[in-house]
């Protein structure tokens, strides 16, 4: 896996996802940095596979609605419940756009999706929408006449500034036709020790990213903003849509989740 832009010294942020998932396409830096963190939050891989259910059904709800064409922005290294799956087991016609900074995340997807003509990853900046808007491959794939699926799923805790999150998300509203639906997750720190979360975003600080900014519900819940907000509303994402309640003890909210229609 090690290749021309891949630093393994540096803890990557989307390594440290897949190894909360279980995965494999880590390195010790990676290692070392998610165990601090689950070292002082117990819960962040509960919180993370929990992310991923939520991802799973938000994608299936709007295949279930008709949506047939969705933008993944952050999407992560490839691994289970990926949207292109949830969507293809709905319709082998889906097509979805991974988007990606990272340029490792978007070597392997590429190679994941080498064969699949309906799915692709661009490397791209949430941050800059229009580059991700006028990409060649995502205007091959997409028609913006037509409902879209915006996933955006622990990502925006990665730009640090309120305003310009409300800017970007704008920008890709803006381009959304009337039908379309926005996938929000968003990490919280609510219900996690002022300390334990200071220490969180230190140790997030060293990453590839470099910051982490955990958000109240009512921040996020402005996300969403002129929409139409789906039951059961903004939650924690294990509970959004659940077929049943989490098993045993309650865990301390991680993420927060919700889905809206344009």
């Known amino acids: ?31 070392e940095a998610a165990e601090r963190i689950m070292k002082i939050m117990p819960h962040a891989a509960e919180w993370v596979r929990a992310n991923r259910g939520f991802l799973a059904r938000a994608v299936r709800l709007l295949s279930e609605s008709g949506i047939r064409q969705f933008i993944d922005i952050g999407t992560g290294l490839p691994t289970r419940e990926s949207a292109h799956q949830v969507a293809g087991r709905m319709d082998a016609e889906s097509r979805v ?5 990272d340029p490792v995340v978007v070597s392997h997807g590429r190679a ?9 990853v661009i490397q791209a900046d949430l941050r800059r929408p229009d580059d ?13 006449d037509r409902p879209v699926g915006l996933l955006l799923v622990a990502v925006l805790q990665f730009i ?3 305003r310009e999150v409300s800017d970007v998300l704008t920008r890709l509203r803006a381009a959304l036709a009337p039908g379309s639906h926005l996938v929000i997750s968003h990490i919280t720190a609510d219900e996690v020790a002022p300390a334990v979360a200071g220490e969180g ?62």
């Not at 509970?239 to 049943?244: I, L, N, S, T, V």
């Open 1 to 31: 896996m090690v290749g021309e832009h891949v630093d393994p010294e540096t803890p990557n942020v989307a390594r440290m996802y897949d190894y909360y998932l279980g995965g494999k396409d880590n390195f010790a830096a990676d290692r």
């Open 97 to 101: 756009v991974y988007v990606d900074i």
């Open 112 to 120: 994941l999706l080498a064969t699949d003509e309906r799915s692709t």
């Open 132 to 144: 991700i808007l006028s990409h060649p491959e995502t205007r091959a794939l997409i028609d913006f």
């Open 160 to 162: 640090p500034d309120d």
């Open 201 to 262: 975003r230190e140790i997030y600080a060293t990453t590839s990213l470099g910051s982490i900014t955990p958000r109240s519900p009512s921040q996020v819940a402005t996300f969403f903003d002129g929409l139409e907000l789906l039951e059961p509303g903004l939650v924690g994402v294990e509970h959004w849509r659940a077929a049943e309640p989490p098993a045993g003890d309650r865990v301390p909210l991680g993420f927060l989740g919700a889905v809206a229609r344009r």
